[in-house]
């Protein structure tokens, strides 16, 4: 029987196929003909592509996934179907392990992907015994292993400290996997947890590894342990994204259109991490309230992301961070390509805006102005008033001039 050839990969290498997989994916989709098959691709980036967004947004987020066995390998069922659980863990350590030579700061990062590829093995293990028992885990952001910026380079918020809390629960042939964010969680917090709520007892100097590694395990299933733990009552951000399954759809179909482009896989990274900001910006303004209609579905996620773009808005989280390198992608001619305006960018568009730094400089209950982008200007048509969106300078002063303000976006 022959070898199966393993694939080395560099640091930049795996970046670009955390970002291009899901389109990787989907030009094999596009490939078959095969119907049974081009579902089972879709769901399982639809899956990639969902599973990414509660965490990036602020709120809380809880999950409850299931799991089955099968020969030797564990599955998780999502929403819109399987995935290999032990996969992920797995290309997760090697992607960690690659980040960590080349920056040895980011050891303790290896470390944790490492940790967190043993808790999968043993979950497969607790499925195998078949016996009633539950698994709980916390798993804290590292701040105590690394700096503020090495956390930011992971997609992790230095100021938020967010950990995670999780119970692995077999029972009645499944395993049930329960996580909920915890905000501000710091060592000593999760030591107190781990004494108070179990017993344990770690020593002065155990850090966020320590902790990570520390699984307690318990016999019969205990469902509602975190709730038991740490009991919330605020909306969760997991089912808020679940119960927008329009821009989901949208967000498929532009991933779709993507992958019939001729581009190489770094353009694909480049492009679909800039589809996912237009996504994640549309879902951040759904739950704070701020999302504006302007036309088509398509038109109102690009406008979210236009927005967020001038904020400077990142989304870090899952041990990724997006940001908009729409400027790098237009200097080097990613767009465009074959004829296909991905962005829609020299298209004008016109639509109502809550706000003008010129004429409408704060919100009024039922005052709009009508406004309208083309390109890298973006202007409004009951002023005059003009900005570029890339340098934020005024290209055209409109009518009744107030004190300098940059336009948001």
């Known amino acids: 029987m022959a070898e199966t050839a393993t694939i080395e990969r560099n640091s930049l290498e795996w970046e670009q ?16 003909d095969d119907p049974e098959l081009q579902r089972v ?13 509660p965490e990036v947004l602020d709120g809380d987020t809880r999950t409850h ?9 564990l599955y998780v069922m999502q929403p819109d179907g399987l995935v290999d659980w032990l996969a992920i863990h797995e290309n997760g350590f090697k992607r960690a392990q690659k980040k960590a030579e080349d920056k040895p700061h980011l050891e303790f990062y290896a470390k944790i992907a490492e940790t967190e590829l043993e808790e ?5 293990a607790m499925i195998e015994d078949g016996e009633p028992a539950t698994m709980f885990v916390i798993s804290l952001d590292g701040s105590d292993m690394a700096s503020a910026s090495s956390l930011k380079l992971l997609g992790r918020d230095p100021e938020k400290k967010r950990a995670y809390l999780r119970a692995s629960v ?17 060592v000593d917090k999760a030591k107190q947890i781990l004494f108070e709520q179990f017993g344990v007892n770690l020593p002065a100097d155990a850090n966020s590894i320590d902790i990570l590694k520390s699984r307690i395990k318990l016999t019969g299933a205990h469902h509602r342990l975190i709730q038991q733990i740490s009991p919330k009552h605020s909306k969760n951000n997991y089912d808020f994204v679940l119960e927008q399954k329009d821009l989901l759809t949208t967000h498929m179909k532009n991933l779709i259109d993507l992958a019939g482009c001729n581009l190489t896989d770094a353009e694909l990274a480049c492009q679909a991490d800039e589809l996912r900001y237009d996504i994640m910006s549309s879902y951040k303004q759904q739950l ?10 398509e038109q109102s996620i690009s406008y979210a992301g236009t927005i967020e773009r001038s904020a400077g808005t990142q989304f870090p989280g899952c041990d990724s961070v997006v940001v908009s390198q729409r400027n790098n992608l237009h200097q080097t001619g990613y767009l465009n390509t074959e004829g296909q305006d991905i962005f829609s960018f020299l298209i004008k568009k016109e639509f109502e805006s809550k706000w003008c730094p010129n004429c409408l400089p704060k919100s009024k209950p039922g005052k709009k102005v009508k406004a309208w982008r083309k390109g890298d200007r973006i202007g409004c048509t009951s002023c005059g008033h003009e900005v ?13 001039q107030r004190p300098v303000k940059l336009w948001p976006w």
Not at 120 to 124: D, H, T, V, Y
Not at 288 to 297: H, K, Q, T, V, Y
């Open 288 to 297: 704070d309230g701020s999302w504006e209609n302007i036309g088509s579905l």
């Open 65 to 73: 996934y299931e799991f089955v066995a099968h020969e030797n390998k």
């Open 388 to 400: 570029d969106i890339c340098t934020k300078k005024v290209t055209r002063q409109g009518k009744k």
């Open 120 to 124: 999968a093995e043993e979950q497969l």
């Open 170 to 186: 077999f029972e009645n042939g499944r395993l049930h996997l329960y996580s909920e964010t915890y905000d501000g969680l710091t």
């Open 41 to 53: 691709i879709y769901e399982q980036v639809c899956n990639q592509e969902f599973s990414h967004i």
């Open 17 to 32: 196929l955390r970002a291009a997989n899901s389109v990787l994916m989907l030009r094999d989709m596009l490939k078959t």
